[in-house]
């Protein structure tokens, strides 16, 4: 069984991809809470090379991760506890750490995506309201 380090590997190369998507999302929400709209557009294509970037990594996290659970007696498909519950020690804990790692940054993007999104529709609707004064006949 020498997938272990394979598989830690991605969770590690996973983990370092979430970090810099938490960078890029706190990078775009400074830029609403600054007012600075020009390089939004920048902000988010960055934000979407990040996710393309997890995305590759969670398919060969999958593949290499079903190898190792079928080397562990388990079905493929097992999820990171029930990995790190069959696994022995170290790597037992190492995915324990790997999948609270996990959780706080999965818990911290969540948190930081819904504010910028709240903050991009507070922002819409302000411009919404100035493209409306300044219609003819939106000032009345």
């Known amino acids: 069984m020498s997938g272990f380090a394979e598989v830690s590997d991605i969770f590690w190369r996973e983990r ?16 609403l809470a ?3 709209v020009r390089w939004l557009a920048r902000a988010a294509r960055e934000i979407d090379l990040v996710l393309e ?9 999958a593949m290499e991760a079903d ?4 080397d ?21 804990e ?7 790692a996990f959780a706080t940054l999965t818990g911290e993007i969540r ?16 411009a919404a309201d100035a493209l409306l ?3 003819p006949g939106g000032g009345d």
């Open 34 to 36: 600054d007012g600075n």
């Open 133 to 135: 004064a300044l219609s």
């Open 53 to 61: 970037q997890v995305r590759l990594t969670e398919v060969t996290r």
């Open 72 to 92: 562990l007696g388990l079905e493929p498909g097992a999820n990171l506890a029930e990995l790190a519950a069959a696994s022995p020690s170290p790597w037992a």
């Open 111 to 126: 948190s930081c995506a819904t504010s910028n999104r709240n903050a991009l529709d507070v922002a819409w609707q302000a």
């Open 16 to 31: 370092e991809l979430l970090d810099v998507l938490l960078f890029k999302l706190d990078q775009e929400r400074l830029l």
């Open 94 to 100: 190492l995915f324990v750490a790997h999948r609270a």
């Open 67 to 70: 190898v190792l659970a079928v």
